[in-house]
């Protein structure tokens, strides 16, 4: 892992970085450190995304040969877990 927590002396917490071998954060309460680890997070996902969903738009498959269009993604839902639950998402999905 390329960060570590550390208690600092004032109760407080910091967090090491050992990218660039230096403190990044510091005088931090756990749930400051949560929000800035969520927040990152929160990028990181949403440019992910992003990128999946415009390949997506341009007929690019952002998974390779694994990528499923609506159609067969229905069949292997019928095929692992029967009509029933087909229709089901079906339902869920053309509300």
């Given at each position: 892992?390329?960060?570590?927590?550390?208690?600092?002396?004032?109760?407080l917490?910091?967090?090491?970085?050992?990218v660039?071998?230096?403190?990044i954060?510091?005088?931090?309460?756990?749930?400051?450190?949560?929000?800035?680890y969520?927040?990152k997070?929160?990028?990181e996902?949403?440019?992910k995304?992003?990128?999946?969903?415009?390949?997506?738009?341009?007929?690019?498959?952002?998974y390779?040969?694994?990528?499923?269009?609506?159609?067969?993604m229905?069949e292997?839902?019928?095929?692992?877990?029967?009509?029933?639950?087909?229709?089901?998402?079906?339902?869920?999905?053309?509300?």
């Amino acid at each position: 892992m390329s960060h570590q927590i550390i208690k600092q002396p004032n109760d407080l917490y910091c967090v090491w970085s050992t990218v660039v071998d230096n403190v990044i954060y510091y005088d931090c309460t756990a749930l400051e450190i949560i929000d800035l680890y969520t927040a990152k997070s929160k990028e990181e996902h949403t440019a992910k995304v992003n990128e999946i969903t415009i390949k997506l738009k341009a007929g690019i498959k952002p998974y390779g040969q694994w990528t499923m269009d609506f159609d067969t993604m229905m069949e292997e839902i019928k095929e692992r877990h029967g009509k029933d639950e087909a229709n089901n998402v079906l339902t869920m999905i053309v509300k």
